[in-house]
């Protein structure tokens, strides 16, 4: 989200399971966006680790929004997911698919598209990337955030993310 030549990258690790996650993508995210992404000075990278927590659910929904974003919808899927996580999470290792197409739907998606993506599990691959370079980062739960390389552990508040990134923008300007 955002520019990906922004002078500081934010690289989320989220479980669409998460209720944490879900309080960061309605709150400090929104204000994220509004004070660094849209006046370019953040790129925010999504990578999904529900498979890092062992919940086969979680993990078809990152791969549901990662094919949701082969149509350009990744951050609106992203949104009603969470917003969903009652209806889809409350058992863990449930096949999604068909509330994961209805969501498609709402937002007016190619269905047969999306459901094709679903079903041969293309991002799966991605899926796993997401997961390694969490491990690598040594993150074991969610959210979780690399700032230029700083961890910040936890829904942090926006206080503590304008703290970081105003530092890593003062270092990019030295």
Not at 41 to 49: D, G
């Amino acid at each position: 989200l955002g520019d990906p030549n922004a002078p500081v990258v934010i690289q989320e690790f989220s479980d669409f399971g998460c209720i944490h996650c879900a309080d960061f993508a309605f709150e400090t995210k929104k204000m994220l966006e509004e004070e660094y992404i849209k006046t370019g000075k953040v790129y925010l990278e999504f990578h999904s680790v529900g498979g890092l927590l062992s919940s086969y659910a979680t993990l078809q929904a990152a791969e549901a929004a990662y094919c949701a974003g082969d149509q350009g919808a990744f951050w609106q899927f992203h949104d009603l997911v969470f917003l969903n996580q009652t209806t889809l999470f409350t058992n863990r290792s449930a096949d999604n698919t068909n509330k994961l197409v209805k969501i498609a739907g709402i937002l007016d998606l190619d269905e047969n598209q999306f459901q094709q993506c679903l079903v041969n599990r293309t991002y799966l691959n991605q899926t796993a990337m997401d997961e390694s370079t969490a491990r690598s980062y040594g993150i074991t739960g969610t959210p979780a955030f690399m700032v230029n390389g700083f961890l910040l552990s936890g829904n942090q508040p926006i206080e503590n993310f304008r703290q970081v990134i105003d530092g890593a923008l003062e270092a990019d300007t030295e």
